[in-house]
C-alpha cells in the first residue's frame, strides 16, 4: 500500500494549487501589449527577477537529481552550483547583459539577429524552441513517474492535471506570471527543505555524525581528491572539471539559454537587469546545503530505522512477494526494479535507485502535515520549471520564428494573441512527448544527446560575438555548425569505462580513448566543441567581410558605453555585488575543501 | 508590473502555517511523530515558521505600499 497523504496534506497542496491560479487570474488585466506577455512589460524589480533567475533552473528533476548525486558523489555535487554555476552567473550579470538588455532585443537568439545575421539566429531559434517543449516533456515524464511510484497518484491524471494548471496561468498571466510563481516556488523549497535537512542532519549526529557514517573521505571533501578522476567518486580531474564544468558547459548555459536570459531581460532597468544573476548567486551558493545534503543523508541513515515507516510498502509496489522492506539497499535508497519486480543488478552488484533518495527522504521524515508542504515544494518546482520552458518557448516561437519567417507585419495584439496560443500547443507537444517517453525511454536519452552537442558551442559564439567586434555572421554560423559536428564526432569516438556502443557514444566506430566516468566524457565533449567552435569562428571571421562600427554599437564590448553606475550605493552597484559573492564561494570552497 | 507578490506568498505561508499549527496541536503526541520526526511535534514548531515567515512578508508588502 502507498502511504495516503492525509488530509491535511491534501489541502496544502489544494491551496497552493488556488494561490497559483489566482496570481494568473489576477495579472490578466494586465497583458495588454505583446511586451507585457513576453516581457513583463520590462518593469520587474531585480530580486523578484533574480529569485525567478534561480528558481528557473530550479525544476524538480535539478532538485532530485542533485539528491541524486548527493548520494553518489557527496559534497563534490557543489561543484555544479559553486564553480560550475556562480561564476558564470556574475559574468553574464556584469560583462553580457549590457548587450542583452541595453540592445533591447527581445529575446537571446534576436540578439544574435542584431549582432550577427539571420541564418545564426535561426539555427539558435529552432533549436532552442525544439529542444525546450521537448525538455518540458522530460520533465513532465520524470514527475509523473516519480509520484506514481511515491504516492501510488495515477500517472495521466498527475500530469494532465499539473499541465493544466501551468496552463492556465502563463496563458493568463504571461511572463509575469511564470516569475511570480517562480518566486513563490522558491520560498516553498527552501521552506519546505530546510525542515528536511535538519531532521535529517540531527538524526545521524550533524555533519561530523555524517562524516563517520558515510566513512568515505572523498565524498565529504569537494576539492582534496580532484588530482587524478580514479580518486574520486565522480572519475573527473581538475581540468577536465575546469574547463569542461566550470568554463564550457556552467557559461553556455548561464550565458546563452534564453530560459534564465529572460528573467533578467524582463527586469525594469539596466542595472537591476545586471544585478538579477548576482542576486541569484547569493542563494545559489547556499542551495547545495538544501538540495545535495538529503541525498547524502539518505545513503547514510540506517535503513532498518525506517521499519514501520509509510514509505517501503510503496517503493515494493510491483514487487510480488516483498512483505517487508527493500534489501540490498543502501541508507533509505533502494535498489531499482525491473519489470518482473525483481532487483536490477549489474555485475552482482545490486543498481540503486538514487533519484529516489530526496523523495525517500520526504516520506521518512516528514509526518503527514509537513509531508503536504514537502510534496508541495516538489510539485512547485515541478510545474513552475515547465512554466519557465513554456514562456521561453512561446517568446521565441512568436517573435523569432512566426514574426520573423511566417507573418512579418501582423499588429502587436495579434502577436499577444499567437504568445497565449502557442502557450496551449507548446504545452501540447511537451504532453505528447512526456506520453512518448513513457512507452520510448531511450528516443529521448537520443534527443537530450543532440541538444547537448547543439548547446556546447554557444557560449564561444556569444563570447567572441561580444568582446572581438571582427567576429561575423559566417564566422558565428559555421563555428558553431562545427562546434556542434566536433562534439558529435568526439563523443562518437569515445567510450565511459564499461559502457557499449551506443547512446553512450562510441557510435563512430573506433574507439579512441575510454573515459573513468561518463561525467569525464560529458566534459571533455563540451571542451572538444567550444575548441571547434571558437577557432573555427576565428578563422571564418577573418576570411569574410567586416561589418562596420557604425552597425555594431551597443552590440560589442569596444563600441559600447560603460553602464552609468555613478549615484548607486555600494550594495546596488552588480560589480561591488560580484565581489562579495566571490568572497564567499571563495570560503565555502575552503571550507569544504 | 501588476501587484506586489510579497501579498500572495505572504498570505499562502500564513495560512500554510495556520494549518499546520492547528494540525500539529490537534495530533500531539500521535505515532506519526515518533516514527517520522525524530519525536519532535514538527507540525507545531514548522506551522510557527510558516506564519512568522508569512507575517514578515506582509509586512514587507504593507511597507512597500506606503512608500
Redesign the interface.
Known amino acids: 500500500m502507498p502511504p495516503e497523504p492525509h488530509l491535511?496534506d491534501y489541502?496544502?497542496i489544494l491551496?497552493?494549487f488556488a494561490?497559483v491560479l489566482?496570481?494568473g487570474f489576477?495579472?490578466k488585466k494586465?497583458m495588454k501589449t505583446s511586451t507585457?506577455f513576453f516581457l513583463?512589460?520590462r518593469?520587474?524589480p531585480a530580486w523578484?527577477a533574480g529569485l525567478a533567475f534561480l528558481s528557473a533552473n530550479l525544476g524538480a528533476q535539478e532538485v532530485i537529481g542533485m539528491g541524486a548525486s548527493g548520494a553518489k558523489y557527496g559534497i563534490s555535487t557543489s561543484h555544479f552550483y559553486w564553480i560550475g554555476a556562480v561564476p558564470a552567473m556574475l559574468f553574464v550579470g556584469i560583462f553580457m547583459m549590457p548587450f542583452y538588455y541595453g540592445s533591447r532585443a527581445r529575446s537571446v537568439p534576436e540578439y544574435l539577429k542584431l549582432r550577427f545575421d539571420e541564418k545564426t539566429r535561426g539555427f539558435n531559434a529552432i533549436s532552442f524552441a525544439v529542444m525546450t517543449v521537448f525538455s518540458s516533456g522530460v520533465s513532465m515524464y520524470a514527475m509523473g513517474k516519480l509520484l506514481e511510484l511515491l504516492l501510488g497518484w495515477n500517472f495521466t491524471a498527475a500530469i494532465l492535471i499539473s499541465a493544466l494548471i501551468v496552463l492556465v496561468y502563463t496563458f493568463l498571466?504571461g511572463l509575469?506570471s511564470a516569475i511570480?510563481n517562480e518566486?513563490?516556488q522558491f520560498?516553498l523549497i527552501v521552506?519546505g527543505f530546510i525542515?528536511l535537512v535538519y531532521?535529517g542532519l540531527?538524526?545521524v549526529g550533524g555533519w561530523d555524525g555524517l562524516t563517520a557514517r558515510i566513512a568515505n573521505d572523498a565524498m565529504v571533501h569537494s576539492w582534496k581528491y580532484m588530482g587524478q578522476s580514479s580518486e574520486n567518486p565522480m572519475g573527473v580531474e581538475w581540468v577536465g572539471l575546469l574547463m569542461g564544468l566550470a568554463f564550457v558547459l556552467s557559461f553556455g548555459y548561464w550565458c546563452t539559454d534564453f530560459l534564465v536570459v529572460q528573467r533578467a531581460m524582463a527586469a525594469d532597468s539596466m542595472t537591476a537587469a545586471r544585478r538579477t544573476p548576482v542576486i541569484a548567486a547569493f542563494p545559489k551558493m547556499i542551495f547545495p546545503f538544501l538540495v545535495i545534503l538529503p541525498g547524502m543523508i539518505a545513503g547514510a541513515v540506517a535503513s532498518s530505522r525506517i521499519d514501520?515507516?509509510r514509505a517501503p510498502e510503496s517503493i515494493a509496489r510491483g514487487a510480488t512477494t516483498q512483505s517487508s522492506f527493500f534489501t540490498g539497499g543502501k541508507g533509505i535508497i533502494p535498489p531499482k526494479y525491473d519489470a518482473a519486480g525483481k532487483p536490477v543488478t549489474v555485475d552482482g552488484k545490486v543498481v540503486l535507485d538514487y533519484d529516489l533518495a530526496t523523495p525517500m527522504m520526504l516520506v521518512?521524515?516528514?509526518?503527514?502535515?509537513?509531508l503536504g508542504?514537502g510534496l508541495c515544494a516538489l510539485i512547485a518546482s515541478f510545474m513552475s520549471g515547465m512554466a519557465g520552458n513554456t514562456t521561453a518557448f512561446n517568446t521565441v516561437w512568436t517573435y523569432d520564428i512566426y514574426q520573423s519567417y511566417i507573418n512579418k507585419s501582423a499588429s502587436d495584439q495579434h502577436y499577444l494573441w499567437m504568445g497565449r496560443a502557442s502557450t496551449v500547443f507548446g504545452l501540447a507537444i511537451s504532453l505528447m512527448a512526456a506520453f512518448v517517453a513513457k512507452e520510448f525511454n531511450n528516443i529521448l536519452d537520443v534527443l537530450q544527446l543532440v541538444f547537448a552537442f547543439v548547446n556546447a558551442p554557444l557560449f564561444a559564439t556569444f563570447m567572441l560575438g561580444m568582446f572581438w567586434k571582427r567576429t561575423t555572421g559566417h564566422g558565428a554560423f559555421w563555428g558553431l555548425l562545427g562546434g556542434t559536428t566536433a562534439a558529435a564526432a568526439h563523443y562518437g569516438l569515445t567510450l565511459p569505462a564499461g559502457a557499449v556502443a551506443g547512446v553512450k557514444g562510441g557510435y563512430l566506430g573506433p574507439i579512441l580513448h575510454v573515459y573513468p566516468s561518463e561525467m569525464a566524457q560529458n566534459f571533455w565533449t563540451a571542451i572538444f566543441a567550444w575548441v571547434g567552435c571558437f577557432t573555427l569562428t576565428v578563422v571564418i571571421s577573418l576570411l569574410s567581410a567586416p561589418r562596420p562600427d557604425e552597425e555594431l554599437k551597443g552590440l560589442v564590448y569596444s563600441l559600447t558605453a560603460k553602464p552609468e553606475e555613478s549615484g548607486l550605493k555600494w550594495y546596488e552597484k552588480p560589480a561591488t555585488l560580484a565581489l562579495v559573492v566571490l568572497v564567499l564561494l571563495l570560503g565555502l570552497n575552503l571550507v569544504f575543501w | 508590473?501588476?501587484?506586489d507578490?510579497r501579498m500572495?506568498?505572504g498570505?499562502?505561508?500564513s495560512?500554510?502555517g495556520f494549518?499546520?499549527i492547528g494540525?500539529?496541536a490537534g495530533?500531539r503526541g500521535?505515532r506519526?511523530?515518533a516514527?517520522?520526526?525524530?519525536g519532535?511535534n514538527?507540525?507545531l514548531w514548522?506551522?510557527g515558521?510558516?506564519l512568522a515567515?508569512g507575517l514578515v512578508m506582509l509586512a514587507l508588502a504593507r511597507l512597500g505600499r506606503k512608500q
Do not use: C, K, Q
Open positions: 491535511i489541502a496544502i491551496l497552493y494561490f489566482g496570481i489576477v495579472l494586465y507585457d513583463s512589460g518593469s520587474i523578484i498571466g509575469t511570480y518566486v513563490l520560498f521552506m525542515p531532521l540531527r538524526d514501520g515507516a521518512r521524515y516528514f509526518p503527514s502535515g509537513l508542504l | 508590473m501588476g501587484f507578490i500572495p506568498i498570505m499562502l505561508f495560512l500554510f494549518l499546520l494540525y500539529g495530533t500521535n506519526m511523530y516514527e517520522h520526526s525524530l519532535l514538527m507540525n514548522w506551522g515558521a510558516l515567515f
